[in-house]
């Protein structure tokens, strides 16, 4: 019992994690290798463990015998959690210098401006910027509304003005209440929309209007806008430009291999005790995997605390089976190896058909959620069968233009976002063709497959879609997203 005390880590550890110092000047850009070591010299301070040479490993200053070599298990576990912040960026020079550089020309000026930040999931754009505002060298008002919750665009008058705690008479007036903050406040106000392409409606007026807000020779607003898309402002917003309010454009490309490695390792240098839990060559395996796919750091994460979980899960096990037979023994500290990355890797990527279904975007996804609704198996309790390769999709299939309706109706019980053109909707299926999840044919006897969508015509009403995958495939990635689970 108490090894197992041993291995937490103390509520004064954490603390310290917390209010660790953080320099306010901005600093200049940095070797990757100087970052690092600022990193794990913090982090270490939060999560010691230490071995001595009497074979007693120290974590927090209490001792536990190596016998049972959890600590450096849950140590590990705990810096490469998702919720574990680092105090300083690793990499990201460009971009840290494009944001710091904002932030001195707008809110630490008292001025207003908007500055647009696109970048696939798990590339680090929200949390660089919140590491830049605290290293800022003046203090501000700072808030970050995520639009996700938000069922209608014009809420975000009112969730910006809750933010900052700022009283207004209802949700009619939140737009005028924040107008008097913006022109009337006291001083410069910095506000982060996460997830803004969640804003985007028929007309856009609210984005507009925000953007606006921040272009004002006398607005005291900084806007910051956080979407994957890298066209939003081109492609949804294109009266920026002639209203003369373009934001700053920058985009995070995705984590590359050695960026991966480096953060990853500085993560496991903070706790290691001698050797770290993690292989150097499973490490590897875990960036270029990770880095090949979709460059998400938030991945390389979670693949290395899956596989540390396996092979503590392992250790013990053996551990079991050597005091049955030999009784009690020091047992050696296990690595985490390439056996172990790979099979979480398996684990989370699936089948290739699943990779397929999973890259969808999600207007994509939308479009087979009609297909499942019209097809009857939305809510059914009966599972679906699987099909094999030469009997998939043995159903009519679905006119095209009847799954364009039943798009706008689920479009419309979401709330979260206008539904796209018919072109845009004839793009998105012949797009779903060419990637082989559905296939397109004529309803004339004879004819199938090959025919070529027409988007700018009425053409399509004499097609129907059919799936080219398993319906249950369908379902499965469909019930992976937690904004259609609901639906079906």
């Known amino acids: 019992m108490p090894a197992a005390r041993s291995t937490r880590t103390t509520a004064a550890n954490r603390k310290a994690l917390a209010e660790t110092p953080i320099s306010r000047q901005p600093p200049a850009p940095v070797a990757l290798a100087a970052q690092k070591a600022a990193v794990v010299a913090t982090l270490k301070s939060a999560f010691p463990v230490t071995k001595h040479s009497n074979g007693v490993a120290v974590v927090g200053g209490k001792s536990a015998k190596v016998a049972k070599p959890v600590s450096s298990f849950v140590a590990t576990k705990t810096v490469l959690h998702r919720s574990t912040a680092l105090p300083q960026i690793i990499g990201r020079e460009s971009e840290q210098a494009a944001i710091r550089q904002f932030l001195q020309t707008t809110v630490e000026k008292g001025r207003g401006g908007s500055m647009y930040i696109s970048g696939n999931p798990g590339t680090g754009k929200t949390a660089c910027l919140q590491t830049l505002i605290k290293q800022s060298l003046t203090s501000f008002p700072s808030v970050l509304v995520n639009c996700v919750p938000l069922t209608r665009p014009e809420q975000a008058y009112a969730a910006v003005l809750d933010a900052l705690n700022v009283e207004y008479d209802g949700a009619d007036s939140a737009l005028a209440g924040l107008e008097r903050l913006v022109f009337k406040g006291k001083g410069a106000f910095l506000v982060i929309l996460d997830e803004v392409d969640s804003l985007l409606g028929s007309k856009q ?284």
């Not at 994957?228 to 920026?240: C, G, K, S």
């Not at 290691?272 to 292989?279: D, F, H, K, L």
């Not at 899960?313 to 009784?327: F, L, P, S, Y």
């Open 205 to 488: 007026e609210v984005l507009y209007r925000l953007f606006e807000l921040a272009a004002h020779p006398d607005s005291r607003l900084a806007l910051v806008g956080i979407a994957n898309a890298l066209d939003l402002t081109d492609r949804f917003l294109p009266r920026l430009q002639a209203r003369n309010c373009v934001p700053i454009l920058l985009n995070f490309n995705p984590y590359q291999v050695n960026d991966i490695v480096a953060i990853l390792q500085s993560r496991l240098d903070s706790v290691a005790t001698g050797e770290p839990v993690i292989q150097k060559a499973a490490l590897e395996l875990c960036a270029r995997k990770v880095a090949a796919t979709s460059g998400d750091l938030r991945k390389a994460l979670d693949v290395c605390r899956q596989a540390v979980e396996a092979a503590e899960a392992e250790c013990k096990k053996k551990a079991i089976m050597a005091d049955k037979e030999n009784g009690p023994t020091a047992s050696p500290v296990p690595k985490v190896s390439i056996m172990h990355i790979a099979k979480v890797l398996t684990s989370l990527n699936g089948s290739p058909i699943a990779q397929k279904l999973n890259a969808l975007n999600f207007q994509q996804k939308l479009v087979l959620c009609a297909y499942a609704s019209l097809s009857g198996n939305t809510g059914s309790s009966k599972p679906v069968e699987p099909a094999t390769p030469s009997k998939k999709s043995t159903a009519s299939g679905i006119a095209v233009s009847k799954l364009f309706s039943e798009y706008g109706v689920i479009c419309d019980r979401l709330g979260m976002l206008a539904p796209v053109t018919r072109t845009e909707f004839l793009d998105l299926v012949a797009m779903m063709e060419t990637q082989g999840v559905v296939t397109v044919e004529a309803l004339k006897a004879g004819r199938r497959g090959g025919c070529r969508i027409a988007s700018n015509s009425g053409a399509a009403d004499d097609r129907t879609l059919r799936l080219a995958v398993d319906e249950a495939d369908i379902r499965r990635a469909l019930m992976s997203t937690p904004a259609l689970s609901p639906i079906l």
